[in-house]
């Protein structure tokens, strides 16, 4: 199985301490997406430093296109492309990606017209705690 184009970014990018790094922040839960464009494919991450209690902005653009990724963050590091915070970054979006979290905009229905509750007893107090009030003045009518 290939791995997706974001992990193998880090994997090409980075050192093997920044990839150390970034793994430990993102396992410790230390990436918060705060915005996502959906146009434009860029997303932007509160990032955790994994030895100080230091946040760092990641902003992610065009993650859509492996030949056009574009990372950058507010920390100071400039050793290798990728610092240990956009490591992170890509492996908590390519978990959103795989998750398909990104297109929460996107509204699932579902159609219950063949659901079927099963109860042995029902009641008005019953039908007033599970029903809206238009069913629920509909049922007490025809309990009378």
């Not at 492996?66 to 050793?79: D, E, G, Q, R």
């Not at 509750?117 to 019953?126: E, N, W």
């Amino acid at each position: 199985m290939a791995l997706p184009y974001l992990i193998k970014y880090v994997y090409n990018t980075g050192t093997d301490e920044v990839i150390r790094r970034g793994k430990k922040i993102y396992s410790l839960r230390n990436v918060e997406l705060v915005s996502h464009d959906e146009l434009l494919h860029s997303v932007n991450f509160r990032v955790k430093d994994d030895s100080y209690t230091t946040f760092y902005k990641v902003n992610v653009e065009k993650y859509d296109d492996a030949k056009n990724l574009s990372l950058h963050c507010s920390c100071p590091y400039n050793l290798s492309d990728i610092c240990r915070h956009e490591a992170a970054a890509l492996l908590q979006l390519q978990d959103l990606v795989d998750k398909n979290l990104l297109n929460a905009n996107e509204h699932t229905a579902y159609n219950q017209s063949h659901t079927v509750v099963k109860i042995k007893y029902i009641d008005l107090k019953m039908i007033r705690m599970m029903a809206g009030q238009d069913n629920y003045a509909a049922a007490e009518e025809i309990l009378r």
